[in-house]
């Protein structure tokens, strides 16, 4: 088990003030199994007052207007969680079962649809066929999709947009944790396997001190059901452990983005982001 204290602070600055916005955030942990918050904040600068309430996911969402004119907003998750692996049932389910399970289960058949951002290009679908063709069950033809997705693309920061999709950060074979997990997820859902996008934190440095403060940022990852849901980090090759801190889930990133909004004001607006890790004792 590990304690992590997450400082995570996002916003935008505008180029003439804003007369007024209306947002919401979505950076608070989690809170379940293998994951314990032991406390958590927002802070909005200028003051706003804040409603929250969990989605349809299960994420902590926070909703909050600003009505007086600002340059900037800022907004500041403090968060401090015990993370800890979470032991699986060992259920497996085979083809034919995860099939009929769909057929009765609503939320398994809405982690099967594509979104925009998720639908795969052909090949990807064609990797993910052969995959489960060497007759694997679907949990280890799940794992061998997203190792072959993780070892197909180049992790570039920078090298996509927001709403780059699959397809088009596939294309050019490269692209960030957000666009791994959705070609992840694209290939998952492509061979009948019930997949869901994970947004979250990686504490990047695994033998940090107590106390020691990292730069991090937001991270995406994947979970699969195949007998339990299962997560894994394509982009990083890693199963999820007690560096990973989860804060949402959904069918793609559109579910569970940090932190949007609309303004009224200038037409030119700067996001800022910056997240510190701390690893407690």
């Given amino acids: 088990m590990s304690r ?3 400082v ?5 600055s505008y180029s003439r003030a804003a007369t007024a916005s209306y947002n919401e955030a979505r950076m608070l942990p989690w809170h379940g199994s293998g994951q314990f918050v032991l406390s958590s904040e927002l802070h909005i600068d200028p003051v706003a007052h804040q409603h929250s309430y969990i989605d349809y996911w299960g994420t902590r969402v926070s909703t909050f207007d600003v009505l007086t004119p600002h340059t900037e907003l800022s907004v500041t998750a403090t968060s401090l969680v ?3 692996p979470v032991a699986l049932t060992g259920t497996r389910l085979g083809w034919e079962e995860l099939a009929g399970l769909r057929e009765t289960a609503s939320v398994y058949v809405e982690q099967l649809r594509q979104t925009e951002a998720t639908q795969p290009p052909e090949d990807v679908a064609a990797l993910a066929a052969e995959i489960v063709s060497r007759g694997l069950d679907p949990h280890d033809a799940a794992l061998e999709i997203c ?10 920061p920078g090298s996509t947009r927001v709403s780059s999709t699959a397809r088009e950060s596939w294309e050019q074979g490269k692209g960030v944790c957000q666009d791994i997990a959705h070609i992840a997820l694209g290939a998952l859902r492509s061979v009948g396997i019930p997949a869901r996008y994970v947004s979250g934190y990686l504490h990047p440095k695994r033998e940090a001190a107590i106390g020691e403060t990292v730069i991090g940022e937001s991270h995406a990852w994947v979970e699969w059901f ?7 980090d394509p982009t990083n090759q890693l199963e999820i452990g007690d560096r990973h801190v989860l804060v949402g889930r959904g069918r793609s990133y559109s579910d569970v983005s940090p ?3 609309v303004y009224a004001g200038p037409s030119a607006s700067k996001l800022f982001v910056r997240v510190e890790i701390t690893r407690e004792a």
Avoid at 8 to 12: S, V
């Fill in 4 to 6: 992590l204290r997450i």
């Fill in 82 to 84: 015990d993370v800890a």
């Fill in 226 to 232: 195949s007998g339990d849901w299962v997560g894994y």
């Fill in 147 to 156: 190792r072959a997705i993780g070892d197909g693309i180049q992790y570039v």
């Fill in 8 to 12: 995570h602070r996002t916003g935008f």
């Fill in 259 to 261: 932190l949007r909004g």
